[in-house]
């Protein structure tokens, strides 16, 4: 084999093959440096006595169907410049790796599209190995993602994994990459990334997040001259929770069969849009049904359509006009629930109609957390911990399509 085919198949440059084994799936190729190579591996100098040699075992690129060994002997010199004896180093490999640097390119390309566990069973090596290469790259590429750029942020948390360990998630709205992960929902959470905003100096706009007491009060602590966005998606989720729980409490105050009949089964009913409705399934006729036998219930249901209106004024003051008008609507419907609701979005007033200002949302942070479900599932969990992180601060990248 010339010295130029094995350069460009194996990556080799300064040694010669001495000899090629082909076993059952395998094939092993032994090499050793050319004597005029041989040089120190601190200075370069080809100054150097033989102090022996030992045989290294290095997992190459897959030719094929077979896996490729290279079975290097390395020499050990006494380097008359440095007066030390070092063992020659292999290009290809880093010391006390048992794998080729185009190896492991090869296993970083594949865990793009597989699980660690799926590149492990097709490479033929261990899931510790697959789960080392990965955890170094993520290391030394996302281990403190950068921060002075960051304008507009989304502050959410998440549960993962069992016993309800939560996670608190900050996220780079411009660019979709989450740049912290703090342990816990608590404002506690995000003290280490207020410290490292504050050493880069980031100019932060403005944040969007939910009603968080806790959030809010840290943020207008940490950037008082950030505006605090509340997200739509969260406030309306809140008003659906409420009006689920004036379901259950007609349910619960209905003395005859016929009312429970109506209002049983109808909760996915009210948190519908009604342009989302099946006339197939007959369900408008059911909603229909349930709302004229309860004018508390008609009249939340009303003022859940009506919510959504908020959002949808040219600009901010006829917005502000249509917040008031919901609320004196809600407060007149006489429905406690309705009533509570109505207080604490005029309490969040600056914080919703901020939107006009800054459009932005947690929006795209929970498309994150479903990737972060479907990450971990895929995984059956990540036991470490910290390369569960940095899975995280990867997760921008990562594509997950359904196969098969």
């Known amino acids: 084999m010339s010295q130029q085919a094995l350069y460009q198949i194996l990556g080799l440059h300064g040694y010669r093959v001495t000899e090629v084994e082909r076993e059952e799936k395998r ?77 492991e390119r090869y296993v970083l390309g594949l865990c793009k599209q597989m699980t660690i566990k799926g590149v492990a069973e097709h490479l033929g090596v261990s899931w510790d190995i697959v789960k080392d290469i990965h955890k170094r790259y993520l290391k ?19 549960c993962v994994g069992r016993g309800y360990r939560f996670l608190t998630l900050v996220l780079d709205l411009d660019s979709g990459a989450i740049v912290f992960v703090g342990k816990g929902k608590k404002a506690a959470a995000l003290e280490p990334f207020w410290r490292r905003l504050r050493a880069a100096k980031a100019k932060i706009k403005a944040v969007a997040m939910d009603l968080s007491a806790a959030y809010r009060s840290a943020v207008e602590k940490r950037l008082p001259d950030a505006m605090i ?21 007609l349910y619960r105050q209905a003395t005859d069969d016929l009312h429970k009949q109506v209002l049983k089964g109808t909760r996915w009913l009210l948190l519908k849009n009604h342009e989302n409705l099946d006339p197939v399934k007959g369900e408008p006729e059911r909603l229909q049904a349930a709302l004229k036998l309860n004018e508390s219930l008609a009249i939340a249901y009303y003022l859940k359509d009506d919510l959504n209106q908020l959002w ?56 994150t957390n479903n990737k972060i479900r479907t990450m971990t599932r895929l995984h059956y969990g990540l036991r470490d911990q910290e390369f569960f992180e940095l899975k995280l601060y990867q997760l921008h990248e990562t ?6």
Request: aromatic share 10%; hydrophobic share 35%; net charge positive.
């Open 27 to 103: 094939l092993v190729v032994h090499a050793e440096p050319q004597p005029h190579r041989v040089c120190c591996s601190e200075c370069g100098s080809r100054d150097v006595n033989r102090r022996g040699e030992t045989k290294r075992w290095i997992r190459n690129l897959p030719i094929g169907a077979n896996c490729t060994w290279i079975i290097a002997t390395l020499p050990r010199v006494e380097c008359r410049v440095c007066g030390l004896v070092r063992q020659v180093k292999i290009g290809v490999a880093d010391g006390r790796r048992t794998f080729t640097h185009s190896f």
């Open 140 to 158: 030394k590429h996302f281990s403190k993602p950068p921060l002075k750029q960051l304008r507009h942020l989304g502050i959410d948390e998440i």
């Open 229 to 249: 966005v509340f997200d739509r998606f969260h406030i309306i989720k809140l008003f659906n929770e409420k009006l689920t729980q004036l379901r259950r409490d």
């Open 312 to 367: 949808e004024q040219g600009y901010k003051f006829p917005a502000r006009l249509k917040l008031l008008d919901w609320y004196h609507q809600a407060m007149a419907s006489g429905v406690r629930v309705l009533q509570d609701f109505a207080r604490t979005l005029l309490e969040h007033q600056h914080g919703i109609l901020a939107w006009y200002d800054y459009p932005i949302s947690t929006g795209p942070l929970e498309g």
């Open 399 to 404: 594509e997950y399509a359904l196969v098969g």
